[in-house]
């Protein structure tokens, strides 16, 4: 009767863990990271050097992938700002195409990764409290 209660405890643990992760990867999907750049722009070209090969690797790259628009084109119809977009790099954390944080600049790579945590942090807060 033990055997069979902890094996009935040890497949409701897993489901509920596959349950859990397949929760946050469908919320991962619809997160992304806008760079807004220039020609130029040696702050970005520094942001490619020291971070654009890591980012798809990190965790961070792989929940928001790495999206790269042009300052002077016309902004994509499916990403909301919420002010304008004036200087490069602006990273723009989108949750379903709305922003919901930025980055204006680029302060270095330490500072980097530590600004889009703060910024993870918060929507993660956000959809554990259920406000999104």
């Known amino acids: 009767m033990k055997t069979l209660v902890s094996s009935i405890l040890m497949m409701v643990m897993i489901t509920l863990s596959s349950m859990i992760s397949s929760a946050r990867a ?14 130029g722009c040696v702050w970005c070209e520094q942001w490619l050097r020291e971070i654009g090969p890591i980012y798809p690797k990190s965790d961070e790259g792989k929940r928001a992938p790495l999206r790269r628009i042009d300052i002077s084109d016309p902004l994509p119809q499916d990403v909301q700002v919420n002010r304008g977009l004036h200087y490069t790099p602006t990273f723009v954390l989108l949750k379903d195409g709305k922003e919901k944080g930025r980055i204006e600049g680029y302060p270095g790579e330490d500072f980097f990764w530590g600004l889009l945590a703060q910024i993870l942090a918060s929507i993660d807060k956000k959809q554990t409290s259920g406000d999104n």
């Open 26 to 39: 469908s919320d991962s999907s619809k997160l992304e990271l806008v760079m807004v750049e220039e020609e």
